[in-house]
Nanobody, 117 residues
């Protein structure tokens, strides 16, 4: 079992920045491929970014590439999502997730990010 808790959400103006953190319980965090998803009101949950266990490989949705950066600190059992040049369309609840056998299995409770125009 892995428990995940997001923090760092909030309200920011367009063009601003936020950093989300995802704190994981347990000593096995380093063995999990981690991802971030988001869900806007009335829309389906969508992939944002992912990072390999070592942090050496990352993947991004086209809509955030060049603006968002995913990272992790295995010593702190924490994953991060640095979000720069935020746009109103980035407004959503952001979820941290851990993958097991190619399935995103463990999910946090979500963090609200609101970008005003």
């Amino acid at each position: 079992q892995l428990q995940l808790a997001e923090s760092g959400g909030g309200l920011v103006q367009a063009g601003g920045s936020l950093r989300l953190s995802c704190a994981a319980s347990g000593r096995t965090f380093r063995t999990y491929y981690m991802g971030w998803f988001r869900q806007a009101p009335g829309k389906e949950r969508e992939f944002v970014a992912a990072i390999s266990q070592s942090g050496g490989s990352t993947d991004y949705a086209a809509s955030v590439k060049g603006r968002f950066t995913i990272s992790r600190d295995n010593a702190k059992n924490t994953a991060y999502l640095q979000m720069n040049n935020l746009k109103p369309e980035d407004t959503a609840v952001y979820y941290c997730t851990a993958r097991v056998n190619d399935v995103y299995t463990y999910w946090g409770q979500g963090a609200q990010v609101t970008v005003s125009s």
